[in-house]
């Protein structure tokens, strides 16, 4: 089933994983504390992920992660390209499946969010006509979205520029 954490890896996690480093992990506050949440709740936010395909927007963290500190550690050490490489397959070999702690993470977060009959209203809802076609079109609505921001963006970046030029040819000067 399309969902918008179908297109969302790419931006999301490439994003997070790009700002992410080794020695920043220690500097980031601690997430604050969430409201318990009663099993039921929990159940349900886990399959209104499941039924959004929230697992494709981090299936990759792991071998990412990886692949990023050695790259890091590469860049510092070069003459121990072979080791760092053989040490990545062995790392990502052990590390694997650690993923699904942000699923369950994420569960967490929603049913803390959303009361438990809040997150069944949601799940009828999903389970709706109306709700399948949001979960098979969002994906394609937001993919539009982003490209007309893009294009408004290109087209009004070049207004602020003709206003900067116009603003600075009042001053006598030509940029």
Do not use: C, H
Request: glycine content about 4%; cysteine-free.
């Amino acid at each position: 089933m399309k969902s918008v954490f179908r297109i969302l890896p790419a931006v999301g996690l490439a994003l997070g994983l790009a700002l992410a480093s080794v020695p920043s992990f220690a500097q980031q506050p601690a997430a604050p504390a969430q409201k318990p949440a009663s099993p039921a709740a929990i159940a349900a936010a886990k399959e209104i992920l499941a039924m959004k395909n929230a697992s494709a927007m981090y299936a990759n963290a792991v071998p990412n992660l990886v692949a990023q500190t050695k790259d890091s550690l590469l860049q510092q050490n070069l003459n121990y390209q072979k080791d760092l490489n053989e040490v990545a397959v062995i790392v990502a070999q052990q590390l694997a499946g650690r993923e699904k702690e942000i699923g369950e993470g994420m569960a967490q977060v929603y049913a803390s969010e959303f009361t438990e009959q809040e997150l069944k209203d949601l799940l009828t809802f999903y389970k709706s006509p109306l709700g399948q076609k949001l979960l098979t079109n969002e994906p394609k609505a937001i993919q539009l979205s982003m490209s007309f921001m893009n294009q408004w963006a290109q087209t009004f970046a070049e207004t602020v520029n003709a206003q900067f030029r116009a603003e600075m040819r009042k001053r006598g000067k030509q940029i």
